[in-house]
């Protein structure tokens, strides 16, 4: 066997029979090595077919499928039957496309995807219709996630789907996707001193303190959900209070300024974790992890269901910055925005308000107790000259 280093997970390796191929698992160990999955491949009506026998460690073969396949053929040739491909359960696709897609750097994703639809796990593949997604997007917006989450569910049924016919497990099947309405402005949230105030109290009573540590981060330097989660402790610099963006949404690496609370919040991490600030189990906290917790917050405090619970906190951060009076330029810089038409929409939302804190002080000073004072009026004439 090659070294585990050199092995390619998603590649199906020949054996010495026609036809027979394996892969190797990531995760599955058989005698202290990556187990092994073999498969066949033969034709049907001119169309190559591929079949999964089994792994390695409950019992099969490459010569065992070697036999299956003579079998296949055989029935092909004189009419017999092949296993049948035209029923094929939801939860059969998806642990089909899951194990065979097990070395792609989204599978993590792609898992926690597929717990939005296991209700339709005993359903045959040909049944499903329009309405059941529907029913998904429905229990998901009632939790309060968002319709682009839901789009990636969707996607990836459409995925398992497609794979299963791909491998002809099935017959070609129609994507399915469901109307969704999308927003014609763009949504920035505006926060009350007393919600901030609840807010803040929530997430310091918050048990998991690791989620808690984020999304008060979140508030004080407005970064975009992603962006703390990867940042390493190579990349925080305490004496120049700042840390580095890698691969931030620019599709460069940014710079970021860091208040003193800010480094408070990062300094409460050390010791708890090695290569990045946020670690949960020695591997990076993850952004579904982090979404679940930080929904579940923003309910405790009260937040309207449709408020972003993180991305909201970066707008609250533009909009505050703006009624302070910082100059566009300096938000910009700040939040790392590409443009400054992005920035402008939070001078757009503060004008009304510090509007508001004018008229205020107008009146204010109105009805402020008048000084008399004692200075005679000096009529002056000018003089054409």
């Known amino acids: 066997m090659a070294d585990t280093k050199d092995i390619q997970y998603d590649k199906d390796y020949p054996t010495k029979y026609d ?39 409950d ?34 696709a998806a642990k089909r496309y899951l194990d065979d897609h097990s070395s792609k750097k989204s599978i993590r994703e792609d898992r926690y995807r597929y717990n939005d639809l296991k209700h339709l796990d005993d359903m045959e593949i040909s049944d499903i219709t329009i309405s059941d997604l529907k029913k998904v ?41 469901i109307p969704i309405p999308r927003a014609k402005e763009k949504l920035t949230e505006i926060y009350t001193d007393e919600m901030l105030q609840n807010y803040l109290s929530i997430i310091e009573q918050y048990p998991y303190r690791i989620v808690s ?3 008060e981060l979140i508030y004080y330097t407005g970064m975009r959900r992603s962006e703390p989660l990867k940042i390493k402790w190579s990349d925080y610099n305490k004496e120049e209070k700042s840390v580095i963006i890698r691969d931030a949404k620019s599709g ?13 919040i990062i300094e409460r991490q050390r010791g708890k974790s090695k290569v990045y600030i946020f670690e949960n189990g020695n591997e990076p906290v993850r952004a579904q992890y982090l979404s679940y917790h930080s929904r579940r917050i923003a309910d ?8 972003r619970p993180l991305h909201s906190l970066r707008h609250n ?52 107790s008048k000084v008399s004072l004692n200075i005679k009026r000096v009529d002056t004439e000018v003089k054409n000259g």
Do not use: C
């Not at 009632?142 to 791909?166: P, Q």
């Not at 405790?300 to 408020?307: D, E, K």
């Not at 951060?317 to 910082?326: D, E, H, K, P």
């Open 317 to 368: 951060v533009g909009t505050r910055m703006a009624l302070q009076g910082t100059p566009a330029a300096i938000i910009k810089e700040f939040l790392n925005h590409k443009n400054l038409e992005t920035t402008q929409r939070y001078i757009d939302i503060a004008e009304p308000v510090m509007q508001g804190h004018i008229d205020m002080l107008e009146s204010g000073l109105k009805k402020s």
């Open 300 to 307: 405790m405090a009260g937040i309207p269901s449709h408020y």
């Open 252 to 264: 460069r690496d940014e710079r970021k300024l860091l208040s003193s609370e800010s480094i408070n």
């Open 213 to 215: 540590d984020i999304v």
């Open 19 to 57: 036809g027979v191929y394996f892969r190797y698992s990531k995760k599955k160990k058989y005698n202290g090595k990556p187990d092994k999955s073999f498969k066949i491949r033969y034709r049907v009506n001119g169309r190559s077919k591929n079949e999964r026998i089994g792994w390695q460690s």
């Open 137 to 177: 997007h429905a229990v998901m917006r009632a939790r309060g996630v968002k319709h682009i989450t839901y789009i990636k569910v969707e996607e990836f049924y459409n995925k398992v789907v497609k794979y299963a016919s791909e491998i002809n497990l099935i017959k070609p099947q129609p994507s399915l996707k």
């Open 59 to 92: 019992g099969y073969s490459a010569e065992f499928a070697k036999n299956i396949r003579a079998e296949r053929i055989v029935a092909i040739r004189h009419g017999g039957d092949l296993p049948n491909t035209k029923k094929l359960i939801f939860k059969e």
